[in-house]
Antibody, heavy 119, light 107 residues
C-alpha cells in the first residue's frame, strides 16, 4: 500500500522560503503517476498547488507559479515543494498526494503538515 | 479558471437520511470530476472519480452522477461515520479547482 509522508519546518518567517518534502513508500515514484501538492488554509477549502511527473515535467497553479517549484528525487523516492517569499497568507496545511491519471483523481494523500508563516 | 460551486454549503441530517449534494462547474468539464470526503484533522479521501465511479472500498451507499456542468453526490442512507465535509474537484482543465465544500453534520 502506497503511503505518503510530508516533512519540513512547521514555522517559516515572512519573506523566507517554505520547503517541504514528501516521502513515498510502498511504491516507486517512477511508477507512472503524477505527484502533487495541495494546501488548505485554516478552516477553509482546498487549493491545488501543482504536480510533477517523475521525468521532471511540472504544472503549477498560475496563482502561485511565480513563487513555486516542485522537484523530484527518484533516488530516494521523494518529491519536494519550495515556495518563496512567503507571507501570512501562505499559512496552511500542506498535503502531498498521488494523482492517478487513468482515474483522473487523487488516490493517495499524506496526512498533511501545518506550516505557519510568522516572525 | 473553472469555478466550482457546491450547494448547500452545509446541511444537518439524521442517521438514515438520504443526502444529496450538488456541484456545478462554470463551464463544461465532461465527467472529469471527483468527490472527496474530509473529516476534521484528516486528509481528504477519494470517494468517487470520473463523476460516477466508486472508489474501491467505499460503501455502496455513496454514488455520483452528472456530466457537463452539474454533478451530484448522493448518500443513500446516512451513517454516523459519514458526518464530514465533502468536496468536489474538477480535473478537466488547469488549474484543478475544488468546490468550497459541503459540511454534513448531525441534526
Amino acid at each position: 500500500q502506497v503511503q505518503l509522508q510530508e516533512s519540513g519546518p512547521g514555522l517559516v518567517e515572512p519573506s523566507q522560503t517554505l520547503s517541504l518534502t514528501c516521502t513515498v513508500s510502498g511504491g516507486s515514484i517512477t511508477s507512472g503517476y503524477y505527484w502533487s501538492w495541495i494546501r488548505q488554509h485554516p478552516g477553509k477549502g482546498l487549493e491545488w498547488i501543482g504536480y510533477i511527473y517523475y521525468s521532471g515535467s511540472t504544472y503549477y497553479n498560475p496563482s502561485l507559479q511565480s513563487r513555486v517549484t516542485i522537484s523530484v528525487d527518484t533516488s530516494v523516492n521523494e518529491f519536494s515543494l519550495r515556495l518563496t517569499s512567503v507571507t501570512a497568507a501562505d499559512t496552511a496545511v500542506y498535503y502531498c498526494a498521488r494523482y492517478e491519471m487513468a482515474a483522473i483523481s487523487f488516490d493517495h494523500w499524506g496526512q498533511g503538515t501545518l506550516v505557519t508563516v510568522s516572525s | 479558471d473553472i469555478q466550482m460551486t457546491q450547494s448547500p454549503s452545509s446541511l444537518s441530517a439524521s442517521v438514515g437520511d438520504r443526502v444529496t449534494i450538488t456541484c456545478r462547474a462554470s463551464q463544461g468539464i465532461r465527467n472529469d470530476l471527483g468527490w472527496y470526503q474530509q473529516k476534521p484533522g484528516k486528509a481528504p479521501k477519494r470517494l468517487i472519480y470520473a463523476a460516477s465511479s466508486l472508489q474501491s472500498g467505499v460503501p455502496s451507499r455513496f454514488s455520483g452522477s452528472g456530466s457537463g456542468t452539474e454533478f451530484t453526490l448522493t448518500i443513500s442512507t446516512l451513517q454516523p461515520e459519514d458526518f464530514a465535509t465533502y468536496y468536489c474537484l474538477q480535473h478537466n482543465d488547469y488549474p484543478f479547482t475544488f468546490g468550497p465544500g459541503t459540511k454534513v453534520d448531525i441534526k
